[in-house]
């Protein structure tokens, strides 16, 4: 395996402070989108966050394709049939990982982080799985994606809506989802 480069990583003057866990828990999925266009110091911090992620064995097997051309978006939603919004949206970046071991765990990783820090930033997004063969196999002769990669998803990014504010997010109670030792024995009492 080869060496991979260091990159410094310093805090910058500009970038505001976020709590992590509001991010997290007040975070929903997106399918509709503001048409504005997203700024290029956003879109690139949204790619960092995704370069940042943790990986298996730090092989940073990840490739992230920036697409923000009206007609390509547009040939994107109709061919992901469940993404039809992509073409909606005035940004998307493909997330495609090459020879790694746990191709969607790696994926999955960054495509978190980049969510995150989307959503601090106003934006919205929803991930687009692509489980059917032949729409994957045309996405990635579309976007140029050579055979032996993997594409994992489509994240189309927007500001969001205004029916987005104050949507909430529910979730199980900690009750149903946690253990203490051994399954069925309950971490919480609530």
């Excluded at 746990?102 to 601090?120: I, K, Y």
């Excluded at 990635?140 to 994992?152: C, D, H, R, S, T």
């Excluded at 189309?156 to 069925?184: A, Q, S, V, W």
């Amino acid at each position: 395996m080869a060496t991979l480069p260091l990159v410094a990583i310093a805090r910058s003057e500009e970038v505001k402070p976020v709590e992590v866990y509001e991010c997290i828990r007040s975070r929903v999925t997106v399918r509709s989108f503001k048409p504005d266009p997203v700024p290029e110091a956003v879109v690139r911090r949204v790619l960092r966050a995704g370069r940042w992620a943790p990986s298996s064995r730090n092989r940073q097997p990840w490739h992230f394709i920036v697409v923000s051309d009206p007609q390509m978006l547009k040939r994107l939603g109709e061919i992901a049939t469940s993404g039809r919004f992509i073409a909606d949206a005035p940004l998307a970046i493909a997330i495609v990982v090459d020879d790694a071991d746990r191709p969607e765990l790696d994926a999955g990783r960054a495509l978190q982080q980049m969510e995150l820090v989307a959503w601090d930033e106003g934006l919205g997004t929803c991930f687009v799985g692509l489980r059917v063969e032949e729409q994957n196999r045309q996405i990635k002769e579309l976007l140029g994606i050579p055979e032996q990669m993997e594409l994992v998803t489509l994240l189309p990014f927007g500001y969001r809506t205004d029916d987005t504010e104050g949507r909430g997010n529910r979730r199980r109670p900690l009750r149903e989802i946690t253990h203490r030792e051994r399954f069925g024995d309950p971490y919480i009492d609530e």
